[in-house]
């Protein structure tokens, strides 16, 4: 890893699974860049461009991708995302477009301009989409469509690009912040899913557990879908949802949810 990744740029690196990975970076002898919001929580020893990412300011995305294809780093890793828990009719056009701006459009925009380079290097991209992009949550649409897009245009790359390794990272639960920042709900039968985003802070795996497979995986130089977290989501879900009837395998979902 050491000798193979020299400059590293991820999105989403003041916190989560992008905060772990920018620190198992450094500890590896990389230079890492970190593009988010704010400059508080982005690890000791990181670069930090200041970005909001979901922002669509003309001329700030425009010095933003200056500043990467200068770069011409080896790998990349958009780990950026966030989401709201709220019913359908709750959604504005407002949210819509920051949420695919942020999940969508932005990943989108930096691949572009930072493909000559990782082509070049013979390097590697990593875009973190989500199981939810298979197994959507109630109350989050806007998370489940736009992780489900990045997914899909992740998996488009792979085809079009074989020479370079490109990586669709979907983790399971894990424990971040994300839970916690997302507004809950109570209403009716649903509230089961606010009790299972719950579940996360306390139940699930940290972000180690995405650290560990996503370097395993680079490693092997090989392009596809990687599931981490825990096997049940990972593995078991997955496989009974290809494999089962789809009429029992909506039934165990919304139970899963209700547990």
């Known amino acids: 890893m050491r000798s193979r990744f020299q400059k590293v740029l991820i999105t989403g690196g003041s916190s989560g699974i992008g905060q772990a990975l920018t620190a198992a970076f450094i500890k590896e002898g990389a230079s890492v860049v970190v593009i988010s919001r704010r400059a508080e929580g982005v690890p000791a020893g990181a670069v930090h461009w200041q970005q909001d990412l979901a922002d669509e300011n003309g001329s700030a995305w425009e010095n933003l991708e200056k500043k990467i294809a200068r770069e011409d780093f080896d790998l990349v890793i958009n780990a950026a995302g966030g989401g709201e828990c709220i019913s359908f009719d709750e959604i504005t056009p407002e949210m819509a477009r920051k949420a695919w701006g942020l999940m969508v459009e932005a990943p989108r925009r930096i691949c572009a301009v930072a493909l000559p380079g990782l082509l070049k290097n013979k390097g590697a ?114 496989l009974g949802a290809r494999l089962g009837p789809s009429k029992i395998v909506h039934a165990v979902r919304r139970a899963y949810l209700k547990r």
Not at 184 to 210: C, F, N, Q, R, Y
């Open 125 to 238: 991209l990593v875009n973190v989409s989500s199981m939810a992009a298979d197994f959507p949550l109630p109350y989050m649409a806007l998370y489940n469509s736009s992780k489900a897009a990045l997914s899909a245009l992740t998996q488009s790359m792979i085809d079009e690009y074989p020479s370079l390794q490109i990586i669709d990272l979907k983790p399971g639960d894990i424990r971040t912040g994300f839970a916690k920042n997302a507004p809950m709900t109570e209403e009716k039968v649903w509230s089961a899913t606010s009790k299972h985003l719950k579940k996360m802070i306390d139940g699930a795996p940290g972000p180690e557990v995405v650290v560990k497979g996503l370097m395993r995986a680079l490693r092997k130089r090989k392009s596809g879908v990687l599931r981490l977290g825990e096997f049940f989501q990972t593995v078991i879900m997955p």
